[in-house]
């Protein structure tokens, strides 16, 4: 064989053997990426809806009062009508907002626990997020005469996101108090950077 086929043929060998070593290299990477979700949240990208264990405190001056917690969830779609519908309809007796929506409702009877929980393994959260569910919608009967507001400018709503970027890493339980003043989110929001 010829110097210039060896060389050639040695060139070659090397070039497979280096390509090689740097598809195996870009496979851990993308592996290791994945597996650490270090790709999945980047600043103004929203990340996936997922489900939270949710956490609903009444506070102590409702203790002796009877309190509905509606939790709904929203799609783009939908959030919007929820934004903007009447709480104080949404309340009434067999309002069709309340009557159709899929829901989970939690209750607080007066002077009985001042605490009560959505699983995030409860089966409503397949379903709510097969049906592209975002933010989660938080509704509370307060007591008391309320004046209609839209978004969470009415105290009785409060508009949770289910964005896992919104959130700490490795948060997976959401703390909501509710108060004769409103429903507020306890749990921090990731910071921004």
């Known amino acids: 064989m010829s110097d210039g ?6 060139f070659s060998m090397k070039a497979s053997s280096w390509v090689g070593s740097v598809s195996l290299a ?5 592996g290791i990426a994945l597996l650490t979700g270090c790709a999945s949240c980047k600043p103004g990208k929203p990340g996936k809806p997922k489900a939270y264990h949710v956490t609903v405190n009444l506070d102590q001056s ?3 009062a009877s309190v509905l917690v509606d939790l709904v969830a929203a799609n783009p779609t939908s959030l919007p009508r929820w934004e903007a519908y009447s709480m104080s309809k949404y309340w009434k007796d067999e ?5 159709d929506a899929d829901k989970i409702t939690l209750s607080f009877i007066s002077g009985r626990a001042l605490s009560n929980e959505l699983a995030r393994v409860d089966a409503k959260w397949n379903k ?10 938080v509704l509370a009967d307060l007591p008391g005469a309320r004046q209609d507001k839209s978004g969470t400018q009415d105290e009785r709503r ?3 996101p289910l964005d896992q970027c919104h959130w700490p890493k490795k948060t997976t339980n959401l703390i909501v108090q509710v108060q004769r003043s409103g429903i507020n989110v306890i749990t921090p929001p990731r910071p921004l950077k």
């Open 5 to 10: 086929r060896l060389q050639i043929r040695q």
């Open 26 to 30: 870009a496979l851990l990477a993308t």
């Open 62 to 64: 409702l203790q002796q």
């Open 95 to 99: 309002d069709p907002m309340r009557k």
């Open 128 to 137: 709510w997020l097969a049906q592209g569910a975002t933010h989660l919608v």
């Open 158 to 160: 409060q508009i949770v």
